[in-house]
Structures are given as C-alpha cells and as structure tokens.
C-alpha cells in the first residue's frame, strides 16, 4: 500500500504521529494508498523551515524566482500523462478532461505567475511640487493555502503560484480526499531546485492540520478555496488575528437561456456548464432559467444531450462523465435527488445511482440528472448540491429572470445566453455575481479577478488581485 508524504523543508517524510488515513478510489471504492494524518507538531516543523527559508526567498532576484517556477511547470507539462491519471484515480473525473483541464491550467497557473511577479509594479502619487508618494509592495513571509478537492492540483497551483512568485514562503494543505497529485507535485518542486522551506505540504483532515494551519500566529495570511460553512468557521476562528483572508466559497449558479440565443450551441454549452466534472465545480450552472417560448423545446434538447452523455471508467478515454468523488458525497447528493421529489420535482432524467460494468461495479457514480416542477424557494433550488444535479425553470420576462437568478444567498458566477447586446449588457449589470459569462462558460483569462458576493466569499484571486493579496502594500513620501 502506497503512503504518501509529507513535504516539509525540502524533503518527503512520514507524519510525526505515524498515523494514516485510507485514500478511496472514487471509481472503485477500494483502498488505494495512505494519508498522512498531520498535526501540530508536523505544522512546528514546517513553520520553522519556512521561517528559515523565508529571509532569503523575499531577497530571491525577480528573474531567479521565475525561473525556478517556470522549470516547476515545465516539469508539469513533461509528466502530464501521469499527473492526470493520477488525478483521474484520484477524484474520479474523465481522464480526457483531467488533461484538458486540470493538468493544462496547473502548469499555465505557474508559468503566468512566474512571469506576473516580473512584471509587478507599484504606484506612484506625485504632490505638484511639494512630494511624491511611491508604494512598496513586499511579502507578507509565511501564508497558509488550503485548496479543495475537486480540482486537486489545478487550484493548488492557483494558490502556491502567486504566493510563491511574491517572495513568501508557503505552508500548504491539499485536501485529504484528493491527496495524490499534490504529493506528485512535492516530488517535482525537489526537482525544480525548489529551495528548502520555501513550499511545505501538510496532508490531513480539516481538524487535525487545516485549523491549525488558519489559527497559527506566524501564518499571517490564509487563502481558501472550500465550503461555505468552513469559511465562515475560519473567519470565526482567526477573528482579532488580523489575518489576511481570501476565502473563494460555495455557488448556485444560476444560467439564464433567453429565445433569441444561438438554440444549438447554448444545448451543448449549458449540458457542460451543468455536468462537467459530474457537477463538482463551484462555477456549474446548476439553476437553469428558460425563457417561456422555447422552454419545451429547450428542456427535450437538452435532456437528450445529457442522456447522450458517456458514464464509464475514468481512465477510459471515451468516458466523459466519471465518479463522484467519496461514498459520502455520493450520499449527500443522492439525498437531494430525494428531497427534490419530496418538494414536488419532477425527475426528467437520472436520479439514481450509475452501475458500470468491470472494475468500476463498486464505484460512486451517479447518473446527470435534471429535475422540474421546483419553485425558486425550496431547498434543492437555494442549497449547494455539488454533483450531477440541475434544475429547469421557465420565466417570462428579463426582470423575472434577473429576480430569480439573484434568489440565493450565493453570488459566485452565471451565465447568459442572449444574442440581445443591450440585454446581455442589462443583465450582467444586475446581476449579483463575481463573474458573468456570454454566450460562454468557463473561458478564463488568468489576468481577471475572481471571486464571489454573498456567501461565496471574500476578495479575489487572479491577476494583480492574487499578486496584491500576497504583498503588503507601503507608502513612502518624500518631500521635495
């Protein structure tokens, strides 16, 4: 049985309790390696290599830090076939769409950073004749990231990457469902010539390491990517710390069809706004507004593409919808299919348990599902799901479909499908979200900010967002 390590100064070592925690193939349900179940002490001994390290990286030139990033994403790129069936293993996700996406975005996260930290400048503010103001921005020194499990190492990366390309030193968390390819990846930073202390990951659960990481005094900022409800817990937790936080948070996102889109391509780009990673991506349109006059037609479409969908084997190429990611959250998913037949849905198609053949007959998969006959106020349609569930509505007007759209206490992304320009223009206005797509969904340009409004967090990540959350800004007047 495989057992993965520790990072910790530059070296992989076992946890300092010697006690482990089972890692479960999604697709089987089997045991297939072991978790270090870090704790206090394991976190004593990375802060004091990180303090060791972080006096030196701060001084690393601009260049030499882009460098060694630039050679960490090349070694990605270079082990892409294994990192993504790693990650397909892993998390249960298509390993096509692993490569595609995981694999593809954790390098070009690195490498956009690496050059983001050499083209960083500071403000400057002249008074007339009298001053000039100009902004230092320096490392904050030790940071803690804590990333989710379902894109393991893609949001890994969209942490460590800026944190690392502003001169601090890292103290990292990836999930313990999902451990693997950040345990991959602390083999590649030792390769990389990665300094010691600069990146130290800690495996284990929430309780034994990730509260400790939030709560310690010389972790002086945290970024987290996660459940709401986790992070309301940490913004409890470190309250009076005066901790940085960035906390990317849960969504319900809402994606509205209005009938002068493009009727074709709106199908296709909705099923995969729905159900890519089988649901598990905090950006999914998982509420569907239709308008009323092509809602019919709309709802047969659509759910004949979803049957179309290929459930099968992760590590099959041709699959394109795998497993959910635990047994528990396969529960959890199950029981909202149930509660929304219980607040009068109507179940178009799915709702049960997905048997594959072979050696996935054990497996955690779940069939897509779409579901009607919900009014906007039940639980099904305000609570996070986070699985191969979605929800069909029809409405009559742009303010009915804006009022709708805004009807939770989430506000993290939506998409609009209109080939109005004014009316695109109206409503991405009106809406309450961080993010508002077009006639598309998930195209990302790593130089804009993302986040969230309401419960789906506090501040942005991306861009001079990231890099400005990482530094800590210093005005400095000199009179003339």
């Known amino acids: 049985m495989q057992k993965i390590e520790n990072y910790i100064n530059g070296e992989l070592i076992a946890p300092s309790s010697g006690n482990y925690i089972d890692n479960i193939e999604p697709a089987t349900g089997k045991i297939y390696s072991l978790v270090p179940e870090s704790n206090d002490k394991d976190l004593e001994t990375a802060i004091v290599a990180a303090e060791a390290a972080k006096e030196t990286w701060a001084n690393t030139s601009l260049e030499k830090r882009a460098e060694i990033l630039s050679k960490l994403a090349d070694?990605?790129?270079?082990?892409?076939?294994?990192?993504?069936?790693?990650?397909?293993?892993?998390?249960?996700?298509?390993?096509?769409?692993?490569?595609?996406?995981?694999?593809?975005?954790?390098?070009?996260?690195?490498?956009?950073?690496?050059?983001?930290?050499?083209?960083?400048?500071?403000?400057?503010?002249?008074?007339g004749n009298l001053a000039i103001n100009y902004t230092l921005r320096d490392?904050?020194?030790?940071?803690?990231?804590?990333?989710?499990?379902?894109?393991?190492?893609?949001?890994?990366?969209?942490?460590?990457?800026?944190?690392?390309?502003?001169?601090n030193v890292v103290i990292a968390k990836p999930s313990e469902v999902t451990p693997m390819t950040a345990y991959l990846f602390s083999k590649l930073c030792i390769e990389a010539g990665l300094p010691a202390g600069v990146l130290n990951i800690l495996h284990g659960t929430g309780p034994s390491i990730g509260a400790p990481i939030t709560t310690h005094p010389k972790i002086k900022a945290i970024s987290f990517t996660g459940g709401s409800s986790t992070g309301a817990h940490i913004t409890k937790a470190t309250a009076g710390m005066f901790k940085k936080l960035s906390l990317e948070?849960?969504?319900?996102?809402?994606?509205?069809?209005?009938?002068?889109?493009?009727?074709?391509?709106?199908?296709?780009?909705?099923?995969?706004?729905?159900?890519?990673?089988?649901?598990?991506?905090?950006?999914?349109?998982?509420?569907?507004?239709?308008?009323?006059?092509?809602?019919?037609?709309?709802?047969?479409?659509?759910?004949s593409q979803v049957n179309s969908l290929r459930i099968g084997d992760p590590l099959?190429?041709?699959?394109?919808?795998?497993?959910?990611?635990?047994?528990?959250?396969?529960?959890?998913?199950?029981?909202?299919?149930?509660?929304?037949?219980?607040?009068?849905?109507?179940?178009?198609?799915?709702?049960?348990?997905?048997?594959?053949?072979?050696?996935?007959?054990?497996?955690?998969?779940?069939?897509?599902?779409?579901?009607?006959?919900?009014?906007?106020?039940?639980?099904?349609?305000?609570?996070?799901?986070?699985?191969p569930v979605c929800t069909l509505m029809p409405f009559d007007n742009e303010t009915e479909a804006v009022t709708l759209a805004n009807g939770t206490q989430y506000g993290l992304a939506s998409s609009v499908w209109t080939n109005d320009l004014k009316r695109a223009h109206r409503v991405a206005k009106n809406i309450e979200a961080g993010i508002v797509w077009i006639n598309c969904w998930l195209l990302r340009d790593l130089r804009t900010p993302f986040g969230g409004v309401k419960s789906s967090g506090v501040g942005r990540e991306g861009g001079l967002e990231a890099m400005r959350f990482f530094t800590e800004p210093k005005n400095v007047c000199i009179k003339y």
Request: proline content about 3%; overall charge negative; some cysteine.
């Open 249 to 303: 948070l849960g969504g319900k996102n809402p994606t509205l069809v209005f009938a002068d889109c493009d009727f074709k391509e709106t199908v296709n780009e909705v099923v995969r706004a729905a159900f890519s990673n089988q649901g598990q991506i905090c950006l999914c349109g998982s509420r569907i507004y239709i308008e009323r006059p092509i809602y019919e037609k709309f709802k047969a479409a659509f759910v």
């Open 316 to 387: 099959d190429e041709q699959t394109q919808h795998g497993a959910t990611v635990s047994k528990s959250h396969m529960e959890k998913v199950l029981s909202y299919i149930e509660l929304a037949k219980e607040e009068g849905g109507t179940i178009l198609t799915g709702g049960k348990r997905a048997k594959v053949q072979g050696r996935c007959q054990d497996g955690f998969f779940i069939e897509p599902t779409v579901i009607e006959g919900l009014n906007n106020q039940c639980r099904t349609n305000q609570e996070e799901i986070f699985g």
């Open 139 to 167: 490392p904050i020194g030790i940071v803690g990231c804590i990333s989710p499990w379902n894109f393991p190492l893609y949001l890994f990366t969209w942490k460590i990457a800026p944190a690392l390309a502003c001169g």
């Open 75 to 127: 070694l990605i790129d270079e082990n892409a076939e294994e990192l993504a069936k790693a990650e397909a293993i892993d998390n249960g996700k298509a390993v096509t769409f692993a490569k595609a996406v995981d694999v593809y975005r954790s390098s070009a996260n690195i490498r956009f950073f690496a050059q983001a930290g050499t083209q960083f400048a500071s403000e400057s503010h002249a008074m």
